[in-house]
């Protein structure tokens, strides 16, 4: 004789005919995932329903999700669809020709499958996509660290005001001003080697109320205490090197310590449906 009760519990409040979750998950059917998503893809895709459940089992709405190897996009699409916030990386090419159409379609309420229904999903959201530049240290046939001749000029200003700490705003009237700091605080970025000649027109255009940070190729002629004393409002880095020091050699522990990045908009702690993902915060 079974009692009926004890092949029941209480799921998200209805009782429900349920068993304990085994390590090994057989009740989730693979057959039919292959047009999931409306993208086909060989190796490794995985049932919305597995990525579901996962999911489930250690997020709640509005967390983030992390897929650093992220295939037909399956993880931002399944998380999408239940409310969290996600974030996939890519190397390979299905970065267009499955991610970004497969969650399009997400947004615009046009994926049927996967989970949709169980999650109840109708679309909205977004999300941005970014490519990784290439590196920005190349070494040369010495083996001297340079600037990688991949950057052309705009690439490479935007890079240094990034690490620097700087929005990069270029001027159309101040071929120096690449981007600010604050009102007054200003950055140039060159791969040229500049001598005090051009230094002196760089301050004299300056002005006293002004400073601006010079990254350039090199500089000569001057030491860097000289050059800290006779252009006070100026300084002056050298781009290779002030790249290195902001990298972190020989470490058996890279803690993640990433400075002054622009900060998304504030993510609501608990985000009504409704407003899941309004704005671009997705
Ligand atoms: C098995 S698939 C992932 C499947 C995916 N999670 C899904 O369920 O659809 C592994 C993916 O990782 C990508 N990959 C491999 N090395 C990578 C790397 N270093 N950075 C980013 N993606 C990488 C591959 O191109 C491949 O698309």
Excluded at 143 to 167: H, Q, R, T, W
């Amino acid at each position: 004789m079974y009692f009926y009760s004890s092949k029941v519990k209480e799921i998200d409040g209805e009782i429900t005919p349920a068993k304990p979750l085994t390590n090994l998950w057989t009740d989730i059917p693979y057959n039919g995932i292959a047009r999931e998503g409306g993208v086909e893809f060989k190796n490794g895709k995985k049932p919305e329903r597995l990525i579901e459940r996962c999911i489930d089992l250690c997020t709640q709405k509005g967390d983030l999700v992390l897929d650093s190897f992220a295939g037909s996009g399956t993880t931002g699409a399944v998380a999408h669809k239940m409310g969290r916030r996600w974030i996939m990386v890519e190397l390979g090419e299905h970065c267009h020709t499955h991610i970004v159409p497969r969650l399009q379609k997400v947004i615009d309420g046009q994926d049927p499958g996967g989970v949709t229904q169980v999650t109840g999903w109708q679309g909205g959201g977004g999300f941005r996509y970014y490519e990784l530049a290439p590196t920005l240290l190349a070494t040369d046939r010495w083996g001297n660290l340079v600037i990688n001749p991949e950057y052309d000029a705009g690439m490479l200003s935007a890079a240094m005001c990034k690490l620097e700490g700087f929005a990069y705003a270029p001027s159309e009237a101040l071929w120096w001003q690449h981007g600010h700091s604050s009102e007054r605080d200003f950055i140039y970025v060159t791969t040229q080697t500049l001598g005090a000649e051009q230094l002196d027109a760089l301050a004299d255009e300056l002005g006293p109320e002004r400073s601006l940070l010079v990254c350039c190729g090199a500089y000569r002629g001057v030491t860097a205490a000289q050059a800290a004393q006779r252009w006070q409002q100026l300084t002056i880095k050298k781009i290779p090197k002030m790249v290195k020091d902001r990298c972190e050699w020989g470490h058996d522990d890279y803690s993640l310590n990433v400075a002054n990045l622009p900060m998304a908009a504030k993510w609501p702690i608990e985000p009504a449906q409704d407003d899941l993902f309004g704005g671009d915060a997705a």
